[in-house]
């Protein structure tokens, strides 16, 4: 790989635009959770925790927040709850449902040790580095992640479904292979999007769950989740320190392996991986093309200091 050219989200500048950019700050838009008619089993989750994950979730910390009907509804199903989201209007409103709430974006996952942390339609990070560097920092700390999903199905259901009218039925999700044109066998479905949050975590070695939980009026309940391996722990922590300290590292035209694994005391072989892993990276986030987004935009037209550029030599 030497010769390789590296490029880097540098994530002072990127992670200002999109701190500066992305809150809802007022109650005035409409999605999913502030629909009247919406409403969430929150039941559902020490269901699929017992039967999915294998034990109970008592402390959760719940980020993308948004208006918090999701949140409260676990929360009054007997879980412990910490709910944040970047907007200071959305962060005051969920403090006045009772939650114990903050101002923090996706990317800034708290030390403090929680069973799980889980989000509803985190649509804002879900194909973005924001949503890439908080599932490092959710790897790294061996912390399940579960993502919920909804979907309206006007009254149409599958009737291979009929039977999840409560939180309690849980159908895994499939994907069938196509051979010859024709539909062969399933196999379980995987994240298939290569900018996907949810797909990164897959390919660093978290093993992947996708269920249908349950139905209700109006939605199906889509589960998924990814649960840290020792292999995604190591891959994610070597790869965090790097892009976290790469002001120490990267400012200069090139960057050395040798040098690098001597300066963070790993092996040549570890540091090659781990380069070869933000290589692939930078490509799922297509930085060659002069593109970092956010929701909202091109930080790099913005500010083209948020794409590093750095040569590997030996
Ligand atoms: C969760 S999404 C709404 C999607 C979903 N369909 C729903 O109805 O809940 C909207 C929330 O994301 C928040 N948000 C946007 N960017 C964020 C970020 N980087 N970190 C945390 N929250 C963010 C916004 O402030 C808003 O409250």
Redesign the pocket.
Known sequence: MAGAVLLLPNLKPYLSI??SK????NGK?A????QVDFQFSGQSISVYARKVLGKELKKLYY?????GK?AKAIEDAGHEVYA????PY?VSHLKGLGLRADM????DIPSERFDAVL???????TKNV?GYLGMLRILSTLTPYIQILSRPHCGIINPKWSHLTTPEPLEIREDRRYKNGTVGESHRAYPKLPDDMMRQAYDYGARFNWHIVYFDEHHFFDFKSVVPAPRSVRRSSLDLMLLEKQDDWASGPSVSIRMLAHSFAKSPEEIAASLLRLLEISRRYQLQNDTLYY?GGNAAKEDPSVIRKIKIVD
């Open positions: 999109v701190h992305t809150a809802w700050d838009s999605d999913t959770q502030n980020p993308v927040a948004f208006t999701v944040t989201d970047l907007s959305w923090r974006s996706f990317e989000s509803f339609e985190p649509y804002p990070v924001v929701c």
